[in-house]
């Protein structure tokens, strides 16, 4: 009996993967079809909250709608007009900062030379070029850009997603099995799912301004577009701000020095450490963190999966599966995995 136990508990497991290697397949195929609606669902979220403020105060629901949409569509297009300006304007300048970024090395490879440490400038111009070090940056903006294409229809789908949000945890009540036994965990999903993006929406906000207002200060060049780029890549905990803060310090070492660069990534630095470690935890509280392992393979598996989108989506995402397994007692096991360590000492306890 333990031996067929065994095998069939093989089996199971040998299934269940298959079955994941069919699912992740078809979405990878389907990326271009899932994409616009994952940044759909994602931006209804955010915006869901807003309704609902909006109809206490006994605004109708379609003026609250068309507001919040209006709302979006001037931030997304200003965002947009302004990454695509910044992009253009930068591309052009790349080989005048490559020419500057030569002639630093040349100096440098001939202070080395006098040390007898032999180095050509051209290896270290292919290793530090600066057009690498932006190239994540303009690639996952692009990425952006490109989705953002499908604008209409994103619209039109966060549209009646914010209509049908009311209904939903209703319909979802009904269509389980014993909806008394799943009411509470469905209610504290949709509740910690709305509340983590909202904050993280509203923080993300604040680290892209601080930043743009820092590197103003500077005199760095496209400082709102890589306030942008802040913004974008706080939904990445951890490595996302230092992603975000390559592109600027490259290009502060080439325009202003490199103790100004120095001070940037400084700025960058303490930014990050007030926004994580003080702002960000007061707000969302413990027990709602990744492991920094998690977080990183996570960042590959839905860039992979989804492309630069996935990227800046891949934390929300497996925040939104780590929320929904914290809620089952069959996938608590898993969300613990996927856990922090404050998190491993005082695992959240699901409600029934």
Known sequence: MGLIEKSSGAAKILIVTAALFVVFAGIKTAANILVPFLLSVFIAIICNPLIARASRYKVPKVLAVLLVIALFVVIALSLAGLVGKSLTELSLLLPEYR???????VWLTERLAEKNIIISPALLIEYFDPAAAMGLAADMLSGLGSVMANLFLIILTVIFMLFEASTLPKKLHFALADPDMRLK????????????????????????????????AFGLEFF?????????????????????????????????????????????????????????????????????????????????????????LSVPLTMIIKIGLENSEEGRWFAILLSGEDDIKEPNKVEI
Not at 193 to 212: F, P, Q
Not at 239 to 244: C, K, L, Q, R, V
Not at 281 to 296: D, E, M, Q
């Open 99 to 105: 020419e500057q970024l030569k002639d630093q090395f």
């Open 185 to 216: 965990q469905i209610d504290r999903f949709l509740v910690s799912v709305n509340n983590y993006l909202a904050i993280k929406t509203l923080v993300s906000i604040a680290t892209g301004i601080t930043v743009s207002l820092m590197l103003w």
């Open 224 to 312: 709102l577009l890589w306030g942008v780029l802040a913004f974008l890549l706080n939904y990445i905990p951890n490595i996302g701000s230092i992603i975000a803060a390559v592109p600027p310090m490259s290009l502060a070492v080439l325009q202003l020095g490199v103790p100004e660069a120095g001070l940037i990534g400084l700025g960058y630095f303490v930014i990050n450490i007030v926004m994580g470690n003080i702002v960000e935890p007061r707000y969302l509280g413990k027990g709602l963190g990744l492991s920094t392992l998690v977080i990183f393979l996570s960042l590959i598996f839905w860039g992979w999966l989804l492309g630069s989108v996935g990227m800046l």
